[in-house]
């Protein structure tokens, strides 16, 4: 999920808290706990601070071991002994229990985006992706807003957010049966379907789809209940040629590679260069597919210019590499 609904969890998650007797008896207590479930509901996207280095760094590593089952142990230690060093006086054993609960449950909710994250590591990288819930959903954010309204006039935040939850609860369980609507009327229209990946959007019954057939790649909408597709293309094996083979030792495409599961890719040769350029499939924009990978080596194969992430046009990639247009 975004920054913004992560923090508004966090205070969700503390306000729960005072459901326990022990919790809304000790303002410290309570204090301290509000202040762990916040820590904890970010903790988690603190390699955030990657972007700095660069985008391949960046998809390689976000989502990666900060979300991993060791680092929900160690995000909720560390964040409750800082915390205990300023309350010493209050349970441990709580504030630990209630930041651990909010790290662990930023790392849940994180599952149900397309983009996903490595929560099984150590015990695999694989990218668990559930691609039912939109990383901003309005819907979500809005009922936390009104539960965080609500509390301001008055409302035990306890009992205020639990309900919040149980609704929410019944939210993911429609959206289950959405995409699972979805998935059945694809099957239906397109023959030896071998998976399938939903992008949820900003609006409630319009998703994004990314489909991958026996002989072609399929990229389509579904709106209101029915599928449109949009693009198809032929599904070709990565072949073993010397320039892939020589672009794949570039940082860009091979933290690309990592972490795309659906795309397609392109080789053009220049009087002077060779182009290798990667797209992934899941994020089709009016008509265009801004997630790639592109690298550039000369006639020798050295590779001389590389980039990957979020494009929208040509001249702002052709600005990106700085060098050799087409």
Not at 249 to 263: G, H, I, Q, T, W
């Amino acid at each position: 999920m975004d920054t913004g609904t992560h923090i508004v969890m966090g205070v969700a998650l503390g306000s729960i808290a005072t459901l326990d007797p022990v919790i809304a008896h000790d303002p410290m207590l309570a204090q301290a706990i509000l202040i762990g479930t916040l820590a904890g509901s970010q903790a988690p996207d603190l390699d955030t601070i990657l972007k700095l280095k660069n985008n391949a760094t960046y998809i390689q590593n976000h989502r990666g071991i900060t979300h991993s089952i060791p680092a929900v142990w160690l995000w909720s230690l560390l964040i409750t002994g800082i915390i205990f060093y300023f309350y010493p006086e209050v349970s441990m054993f709580r504030l630990w229990l209630w930041t651990f609960i909010a790290v662990a449950f930023h790392v849940f909710v994180d599952l149900f985006n397309a983009y996903g994250t490595q929560a099984l590591r150590p015990f695999t990288k694989k990218w668990i992706a559930f691609g039912m819930i939109n990383t901003f959903d309005p819907i979500i954010f809005s009922l936390h807003l009104v539960g965080i309204g609500t509390m301001f006039l008055g409302a035990h935040p306890g009992y205020t957010f639990l309900t919040i939850y149980i609704v929410l609860a019944g939210y993911y369980v429609v959206r289950f049966r959405q995409q699972a609507y979805i998935k059945q009327a694809i099957h239906k229209k397109i023959p030896e379907v071998e998976h399938i990946i939903t992008v949820p959007t900003f609006r409630f019954r319009e998703w994004h789809l990314a489909i991958t057939a026996k002989d072609y790649f399929y990229v389509g909408r579904a709106k209101n209940g029915r599928i449109h597709l949009l693009d198809k293309f032929e599904k070709c094996p990565i072949p073993n040629n010397p320039v892939i083979e020589a672009a794949k030792k570039d940082e860009n495409l091979s933290a690309f590679l990592s972490f795309s599961p659906v795309y397609r890719w392109e080789v053009h040769e220049y009087s002077d260069h060779y182009e290798v350029r990667f797209t992934d499939l899941r994020y089709r924009s009016k008509g265009y597919y801004p997630f790639i990978a592109v690298v550039q080596l000369d006639r020798d194969l050295n590779i001389v210019s590389s980039y990957t992430g979020w494009i929208f046009s040509e001249g702002k990639l052709r600005k990106k590499l700085e060098l050799i247009p087409n």
